[in-house]
């Protein structure tokens, strides 16, 4: 117990304050890190869908780019280091615009691909797999991001306010792939600018390099009381995403965007769609499509009270994207904590009290939206419960099947009971997913075999 040495003065701000305690160990239990010095992440367990090589989510043919170095595309609204050369690259603060550019990604050194590919998917990996951030390279900004409360653009912005130069790049990498959808992944409190950049770099691997993947950094701060002011920022920034959606949409060939928000970043997720629902409240849902060509936007963790989300649908959010698909747990102990702290349900819960007839209906009547319950899923209690997007392999076969092969929820092989509004995962999941993308595709079958990297194991 923490005790003041102040006497006769009760601090508001002590530990015996419930909200400080419950802040206190919210910082506890959501994942975070708090350091500036290079950051490296091991490779997230195998997809069960692809463990061992069953379901092969990789090219035949040469991979379009290097996969132990290689440029990840990202976008950030941090503000930049004075030698954006050297770490940190960007800090913990909001920046006055949006800045694009490429981030050298490096796996693990002096391996060849059928190597890599082999450990990657392997279910008992007998060595680490780990990601670290080499450097960056600015290439462009977003001038329509700044606001009349801005600063003069720093002397470190490029001369591409346009942002050209990035989108560029974004339109190498569907031709390169063959695949003209673009996949943005928004991370949650706390973290670092290297932390959304590795967990793009894990999920675009295991998607097989398709497309172009973007890590959306926003100013997060990894302080453990950090979490409120974290959320505030979440919020205010939502419309700078909003910003760089309608660019994507306007200056790339793309032809589908499709978003991953985890946790506190759901907010600026359902903040941006929000805002884009009633700009365009007078517009055709055929306008909406053509012009935004916002595809699967997928919320896990959603740090956001329900009350929230609803005014974000009662605005007409579910218009602009093809479909919604909200992850929930009753196992996720971040969100518990969350709870308490705003003494407000959370999106990411899965709730246990009976549902207004009202929302009952609303559900049954906008099929765009799916709600999908992970608590039985295998690893999705695992650590705090709150980052199964990676940590469980059913979890993460789960969205990696619906972004690769737009597959709805029974496709997939989750079920759904009549009178029930949300889907779950049966026990013969992995098994109904492997059949369905086998018959899709013969050519996914896996020609790895045995999913033991250490070939002196079974000795």
Known sequence: MLVTKTRGVRDPASVNDPRLLGLLLLAAVITGCSSTGPRTINLMPAPTVFADGAI????????????????????TDRKPTEDISERPFYLNEAGLIVRLGQARIQAVEELDWEEARRISLSTERTSDYPLKVLSVDETSVLGSTYTFLSRIPEASVKSDPTGEVFAALVDER?????????????????VIFDDPLLISAELWHFLGYRGAFIAYAWPSTPRALAYLSDLETASAMARKLRLFLAYLSEK?????????????GSRLVIGALEQ???????????????????????????????EGFGIALTDGMLRIPERTIVYVSSADRALVWARRIFRRPRLGEMWAEEL????????????SLELIDVTEAAG???????????????????????LAFDLDPAQRGLEKETDLLVWRFPPDYIERLQNT???LNPDLAGEIGSGNDNPEADD
């Open 174 to 190: 569907l031709a390169a792939s063959g695949v003209k959808d673009v996949y943005i992944y928004v991370h949650g409190y706390r």
């Open 380 to 402: 999705s209690t695992t650590g705090n419960g709150h980052a199964y997007f990676r940590q469980s392999p059913w979890v993460s076969s789960d969205i990696l099947a619906l």
């Open 437 to 439: 993308l086998m018959e």
């Open 356 to 367: 207004p007839p009202r929302t009952v209906e609303f559900l049954r009547t906008n099929p």
């Open 56 to 75: 092969d989510p990789f090219p035949k043919a040469q991979l379009p780019l290097s996969h132990n170095d290689y440029g990840l595309l990202y976008a």
């Open 276 to 306: 884009l629902a009633l700009l365009n409240a007078d517009a055709t849902d055929e306008s909406i499509r053509k012009d935004l060509r916002i595809g699967n936007v997928i919320i896990v963790g959603g740090d956001i009270s329900r």
């Open 252 to 264: 790339t060939q793309v032809e589908r965007i499709h978003i991953i928000g985890f946790s506190a």
